[in-house]
Every structure is written in structure tokens, then in C-alpha cells.
């Protein structure tokens, strides 16, 4: 049996998987930190780089200047449409985002008070991200697979590497895909 080729949603999807463990890594994180728990800093720091570089840098980007100008230009409208919804939540998350880093930057600097705006701004990130996702996944990509040609999704394939090779590094994807089941080992496995 073929397998069919995959579209871009399709690779934007699989993305999806893995942020959706790292958004119940940090959840299981949050509650462990309100619990009184002590947890590793490196593993608070590594949750921060794969927001920053996989989520942000390399998914978000995939979406920001590919997909969604490729939606434009198969006439769906970014203002008062998804395109406009999606991009508004990035930047919402991006805000959640800088401050888990500011509060994380206080931690590291004694500010012990500060692990609870982290977990404060992380809850919210996991919430809205979670949301997101679900949107993408049921409205925003099931229009992209039928409004966008075959010639345009194999463009966007190739889109999509560049992305990944220029803006994250070679390799890099893998690691962190790494980070997320050692993480998961840590804290998603317990009972």
C-alpha cells in the first residue's frame, strides 16, 4: 500500500503532538511548583528553549510567513477570518511566554517569589495553546487542505525545511524531540 504524501498540515499536525506533551510537561510542572515541590531549573530552562526556538522560531514561523499568506492568497481573509484569530493568539502566547522568562530570570536570581508569576504565566500559556491547537487542527488546516493546489502544499514543504534548517539548525529538531521524552520520563510518568 502507497502511503500518501504528506501535506503541510500534516507535518504542522505532528508539530502539534509534540507541543501538546510539552504544554502537559510544564502543566504537571506548574502543579508540582504549587505543591511546594523543588524542581530542576536546567529542566524550567530547556521547557523555555523549546517554547522559544520549536514552538515559536520553528512551528509558528512555518505558519506566520508560510501558510497563512499562502491561505491569503487562496482568499481567506486575515482580518476578520482564522488567519487574523491564530496570529492575534501567537502574540498572546508570546506575552505568556516572556513572562515565564522574566519571572525565570528572577528565580535564577533568588527571587523565590517569582517561580509563582512563572507558573502563573505558564497555566495561562498552556490554556491558550491548547485552545489554539484544537482550532488549528479542526478549522484552519482542514481549509488549508482544500483550498491550497498540490503545487503550492509541495511548496510549502520545502518552505518548511528551510525554515527548520536556517532558523533552528540541523539536528536540532531531533533534540529537542529528545528533551520531550526525558521530560516526559520525568514527569508525565509518575502514577
Do not use: W
Amino acid at each position: 500500500m502507497l502511503r500518501a504524501k504528506m501535506r503541510p498540515t500534516d507535518q504542522l499536525k505532528e508539530e502539534h503532538r509534540a507541543i501538546e506533551m510539552m504544554l502537559n510537561i510544564l502543566g504537571r510542572v506548574c502543579d508540582r511548583i504549587e505543591s511546594g515541590e523543588k524542581v530542576n531549573p536546567h529542566h524550567l530552562e530547556r521547557m523555555l528553549d523549546f517554547i522559544g526556538v520549536f514552538v515559536d522560531k520553528c512551528h509558528h514561523a512555518k505558519e506566520e510567513d508560510q501558510l497563512f499568506p499562502a491561505l491569503q492568497e487562496a482568499g481567506i481573509p486575515k482580518q476578520g477570518g482564522p488567519i487574523g484569530v491564530m496570529l492575534l493568539e501567537h502574540n498572546l502566547g508570546r506575552n505568556y511566554v516572556q513572562g515565564m522568562s522574566e519571572a525565570f530570570k528572577k528565580y535564577k536570581e533568588s527571587d523565590q517569589k517569582a517561580l509563582f508569576q512563572f507558573v502563573e504565566n505558564a497555566k495561562s500559556y498552556v490554556a491558550l495553546l491548547g485552545q489554539h491547537i484544537v482550532k488549528e487542527d479542526v478549522i484552519l488546516y482542514p481549509m488549508a487542505d482544500d483550498r491550497l493546489s498540490e503545487k503550492k502544499q509541495e511548496e510549502l514543504i520545502e518552505q518548511f525545511e528551510i525554515i527548520e534548517h536556517e532558523r533552528i539548525g540541523v539536528g536540532k529538531h531531533e533534540e529537542f524531540h529528545r528533551l520531550l521524552h526525558d521530560l516526559r520520563d520525568i514527569y508525565l510518568s509518575e502514577s
